[in-house]
C-alpha cells in the first residue's frame, strides 16, 4: 500500500448525506490505494460519516484527516462535535464495520469532540492460486479475511462495472455510481453464502439495490442543471432542520431566511425536486417502460391476470436457486438473456431454456393452485 504523506492532511464537510461522496473522493485524491483498499475506505468511511448524521445531527461541521501509519498503512480519522464518547448518547451504533474491515480502529474523545479513527488492513501474505475456486475462497475466508476477499473483488470488479455504466446518464456523477457499485460486491460478498446459489447473480442483484437506492437520494427524472439540483438538496435539508426546530413544516418564505435566498428561488427548487424519480420493481423500468407484472405477461404468461401477482411471487421460491436467479436478473433487473449468460457464465441460449423451463414451472404451479 503506497502511502507517502508526511503530514496529516485534513478537510472539513457539512453534516449531511453529500459528505460521504465528498469524503470518498477526498480520499482517492490524496492517497493511492489498491482496489480493495479503496472500496474498505470507501464503505469504512461511509459508515463513520453516516453514524455521526444519525447520532449526531447538531455537529456543526465533519472533520476528516489522512494520515500514514507506521509507514504500511492509511489512518482515517472522522471527528465531530459531541457531548461523550461512544457509551454516551448511543454514538457507538454503527462502529461494528470498523473492527470488522479495519487492522485496528479507535476512539477518543477530548474537549468536546469525538474522534473515530481506522487503519486499512494492509495486504496479507497469503498466495492466491487463479485455480482457485470462488467457493473455495469463501471457505478460506477466516484465514485472512481481507486478502481473499479481495481476490473475490478483483474476479468480480468487472461485474461492478458493468452495471454502473446501466445508470448512467440519470444526474449521478460516473465516479460516484463506481464507487457505489464496488462498495456494494464487497457487501455482497460479506453477506454470501452457500444458500444464495453462485455469488455473480447475487452481486448483480445486491449492485443494482445499491444504485437504485443511490437514484431514489440523488437522482432527477429530467435533465436539470447541477445548481439547481444543489439548491433543491439544500432547500430539503432546510426545510427538514426547520420542521424539526418548529414542530410544523416551515414556510417558503422562512426556508429562504434560513438559507439567504428568496422564496422565489426556494419555491423554484422545490419544483426542481419533483424532477426527481425513483426506480423500483412496481414502477416502469427503464429499458421498456413495462412493469414487472408486465414483463411477465409479455413473456408467454398473458394469461394471468393481476390478482395472481402473489401467487406468481410465492411460486417462485419453489423454483430451483438458478431458475430464481434468472427471473430475477430477467424481469427485476431487467437484464438482457445475453447479460445473464455473461453473469452466470453460461450461453445467451441455455439462459432461454432455463427461463422458459422456469416460466412452464410456474404456469403449472399456478394450475395446482386453481
Known sequence: MPITMTKPIRTELPNDPESAFIARRFIRENATLDSMRQTEADLLVTELIGNVIQ???DAREIEL?????????????????????????GQGVGHLVA????????????????????????????????????????????????????????????LAEAISKRYRGKGIDDED??????????????????????LRPFAAVTISGELKKLLRDRGWSVRV???????????ARATEQLTQRLNRPPTDDEVADEIGIDAAAVDEARRAGRAYSSSSIEKPTERTGLTLLDRLEDDDLSEFN?????????????????????????????????????????????????????????????????
Do not use: C
Open 55 to 57: 447520532h449526531a445531527p
Open 65 to 89: 484527516t489522512l494520515e500514514q501509519d507506521r509507514a504500511v498503512g492509511l489512518k482515517v480519522t472522522v471527528s465531530h462535535e459531541a457531548e461523550a464518547g461512544i457509551d454516551g448518547a
Open 99 to 158: 473492527e470488522r474491515l479495519s487492522r485496528r480502529w479507535g476512539t477518543h474523545f477530548d474537549n468536546g469532540r469525538l474522534h473515530v479513527w481506522f487503519v486499512l488492513r494492509t495486504p496479507g501474505s497469503v498466495t492466491l492460486s487463479p485455480d482457485l475456486s470462488d467457493q473455495d475462497l469463501f471457505n478460506r475466508m477466516s484465514e485472512d479475511p481481507s486478502s481473499f476477499s479481495g481476490e473475490l473483488i478483483r474476479r468480480h470488479g468487472d
Open 177 to 198: 455510481l463506481r464507487q457505489v457499485a464496488q462498495m456494494a460486491l464487497l457487501k455482497a460478498i460479506q453477506r454470501f453464502d452457500d444458500s444464495y446459489g453462485d
Open 225 to 235: 442543471p447541477r445548481t439547481l439540483q444543489e439548491r433543491s438538496l439544500e432547500v
Open 306 to 370: 393481476r390478482e395472481d401477482k402473489i401467487m406468481i411471487t410465492e411460486a417462485i421460491k419453489t423454483l430451483p436457486v438458478r431458475q430464481q436467479q434468472i427471473l430475477r436478473l430477467r424481469f427485476e433487473e431487467d437484464m438482457t438473456q445475453t447479460e445473464i449468460g455473461d453473469i452466470l457464465g453460461i450461453s445467451q441460449m441455455h439462459v432461454s431454456r432455463l427461463l422458459s423451463k422456469a416460466i412452464d414451472a410456474l404456469r403449472e404451479k399456478l394450475d395446482e393452485g386453481d
